[in-house]
């Protein structure tokens, strides 16, 4: 079966920095993204890796590692307004979107 | 504002009612997606358009009906719901059904079967 791993929830301090893992399990492979929601809100897209390494934008940064199947999403800087939750995603190798349960960060001043 | 937008926000229904849920894009997308996301559990996809036409329809009770009248708005119409259906209802869409272009989601519609 198809599977994506995150930790259910994870605490953090403001200003300091938090990594999110994600490793997954899928039928092929042909990219992951990660995507912010806040509560009660729509899932809002942060970022895409299709080949290894680390991608850059802002505070936020986003690692994959094809070969060991995982990824993780880095966040510096911390602010109150991180606190959400972050989603996981992997597009198989029939182009379906499979979908991790979240990871719920709290951000605590 | 992500683009896509909802209603209604929030919906409480009886499980003899029948009630119809709406989405609307204006993003000039051709793929449109209705997925049901519960407390703790990764996001289920239920049903894709692409182009208009049904593309996917993931195992659904048939208690879900899905219509794309355009390209622009899809709804899911609602009747005899279980208790277990409450969940919050997102629409997305993205550019193509290819999987790689993000999906711009709608702020959902938060569901109460009772």
């Known amino acids: 079966g198809q599977n994506i791993d995150q930790p259910t929830e994870m605490t953090a301090t403001e200003g300091a920095i938090v990594q999110i893992n994600c490793t997954y399990q899928t039928s092929g492979f042909n990219g992951l993204f990660w995507y912010q929601q806040h509560a009660g809100e729509a899932p809002t897209f942060l970022s895409y890796n299709v080949l290894d390494g680390l991608e850059e934008k802002g505070r936020f940064s986003s690692f994959l590692s094809r070969s060991k199947g995982y990824s993780y999403l880095l966040l510096k800087e911390l602010q109150m307004k991180d606190s959400a939750s972050y989603l996981c995603a992997v597009i198989d190798s029939n182009y379906q979107l499979i979908w991790g349960a979240g990871t719920k960060l709290i951000i605590k001043p | 504002e992500t683009g896509v937008t909802q209603t209604p926000r929030h919906l409480v229904m009886g499980m003899t009612n029948k009630k119809s849920l709406k989405c609307e894009q204006h993003l000039g997308h051709n793929a449109m997606y209705w997925y049901k996301q519960s407390a703790k559990k990764p996001l289920e996809l239920m049903f894709v358009y692409n182009f208009k036409e049904q593309t996917e329809n993931n195992s659904v009770p048939s208690r879900f009906s899905p219509e794309c009248p355009n390209s622009s708005h899809l709804f899911l119409h609602l009747h005899t719901l279980q208790p277990e259906d409450s969940a919050l209802y997102l629409c997305?869409?993205?550019?193509?059904?290819?999987?790689?272009?993000?999906?711009?989601f709608g702020q959902g519609t938060r569901l109460t079967v009772v």
């Open positions: 997305a869409s993205s550019q193509d059904r290819t999987g790689n272009t993000e999906a711009f």
